[in-house]
């Protein structure tokens, strides 16, 4: 079974800490991503989620925001499920949708990536 708790990387070195997954699913944790050290100034962000508590021998499917701290007036959610292979290497598949804030109505068309 796969465990989403730990730490995690991306493919652009973005790095991803969850701890405990709480027995309801819930979870909290970090996630520092690679576009704050361009600026030569990382910060983590708080995320949070919750894990769909899969059937015995199941793959769990999850859901988690982020807030980006300090650096973007931005939240991402993402979506997605852990797998492992047999090798027993663990890999999380997501699919994400960042929302920024724009000054109006008329703007809205752009503030979703």
Known sequence: QCQLSGLWRNE???LMEISEVKDDGEFQGRYLTWVT?????????PLTGAQQ??????WPTFAFTVRWDKFS????????????DTGGKETLTTM???????????????ATR
């Open 12 to 14: 652009l070195d973005s």
């Open 37 to 45: 050290l361009v600026g030569g100034c990382s910060r983590t962000s």
């Open 53 to 58: 508590q899969p059937s015995e021998g199941g």
């Open 73 to 84: 007036n931005a939240t991402t959610a993402f979506v997605g499920q852990c797998f492992v």
């Open 96 to 110: 994400w949708m960042l929302r920024e804030a724009v000054g109006s109505l008329q703007e809205d068309w752009k």
